[in-house]
């Protein structure tokens, strides 16, 4: 018993022993195939959330070249150093990541997603850039050219302070908000610096000037100008007031202007009309699928006399509670093709 015991051990050494020889055998036959191996073709996959592309695909393919210091296709892949090419590909300022493989039919893979600009910013000295959704600095493009909201008289530094770079997140921030919000993509011409870092927003439609502040609790204000328009649209008229301010919690200011004339053109009514109906309708749609979400507070509203000092204080009043069925918590994804966008860069106001 004990002699057939030890020849079937014998045996299953002996199994696993060829097993094991056969898995070596193969393996060092696919590493010497796959270094003699060339790499037969490449694709490039460029993924971004604008309708403009502006790393391109021959762009992309000249960094491929220089990288692999020649042409990618026919190169032996154990020759294409894959990080390093990843390295190359993210020094672009508009590639945020690139991921490359090789198949198992020696074709490599290239997937770059570019960085998503959200606003441009021009400074003091009238040099512009843009900035992408994480606050990076982005150079303009020879080729192409973003529709996005206009900051103005940023500092022109070549070194930011802290202070600028608050100010930079305070415009990511409030660029963010307007970008998924089809109302503001809408109304949103552009948007003055104030040399105090706070945001003036000169409208599309009405011919007045919006105090925000800073980019704290943006959403909030921007609620709170929607009300005020909603409210004034239907009584006094845009044109009465020349100034609008926001930036005060829960309230909202308006400086009136009578060298106006009482009543808005018809054609400012119903441009802003049809933008308030699709804003309510899009509501309506997002209020169907959050049935439970809370009512929102109407702001008091203080209206100042054309002649009172520039920065009037709030006074401070309960404004009645009613159900707002617009929230700006979780915006609507922008329809492509349905707003007026700014095309044409307007200069800083003076005064």
């Known amino acids: 018993m004990k002699g057939k015991s030890t020849i079937r051990k014998i045996l299953f050494i002996s199994v696993w022993v060829l097993i094991g020889a056969g898995m070596v055998t193969l393996l060092a036959a696919a590493m010497r195939r796959q270094h003699n191996d060339r790499c037969k073709d490449f694709e490039v996959v460029i993924a971004g959330k604008q309708d403009v592309i502006f790393a391109d695909l021959s762009e992309v393919t000249g960094m491929l070249k220089k990288a692999a210091k020649g042409d990618v296709k026919g190169q032996l892949i154990a020759s294409l150093n894959l990080r390093n090419m990843e390295a190359l590909l993210e020094k672009n300022a508009w590639i945020r990541t690139a991921v490359l493989y090789i198949d198992n039919k020696n074709v490599l ?61 305070d415009v990511r921030t409030t660029a963010l908000f307007i970008w998924n919000d089809p109302f503001w993509k809408a109304q949103v011409a552009q948007l003055d610096i104030t040399d105090d870092g706070k945001f003036e927003m000169i409208p599309l439609v009405g011919d007045h000037v919006v105090r925000l502040g800073n980019g704290e609790d943006i959403a909030a204000k921007f609620h709170r100008l929607y009300v005020f328009y909603s409210t004034v649209l239907n009584q006094a008229g845009f044109e009465k007031y020349k100034v609008i301010d926001v930036q005060y919690k829960g309230q909202v200011v308006g400086v009136k202007d009578r060298a106006k004339a009482a009543v808005d053109s018809v054609q400012v009514r119903r441009n802003i009309e049809q933008m308030l109906q699709q804003a309510a309708r899009q509501d309506d749609e997002n209020a169907k699928l959050t049935t439970d979400a809370p009512a929102v507070q109407t702001p008091a509203v203080t209206i100042a006399a054309p002649d009172a000092d520039n920065d009037p204080k709030p006074v401070k009043q309960d404004g009645p509670k009613k159900p707002a069925a617009r929230t700006t918590a979780n915006p609507p994804k922008p329809a492509g093709g349905q707003h007026r966008v700014p095309r044409a860069v307007m200069p800083k106001r003076n005064g």
């Open 109 to 169: 893979h290239v997937k770059v997603q570019e960085r998503e600009p959200v606003a441009r910013v021009f400074t003091n000295s009238g040099s512009s850039f843009y900035i992408d959704s994480t606050g990076a600095r982005l150079p303009l493009s020879d080729k192409l050219t973003a529709r996005l909201t206009v900051f103005t008289g940023f500092p022109d530094r070549s070194k930011l302070t802290a202070k600028d770079s608050v100010l930079l997140n």
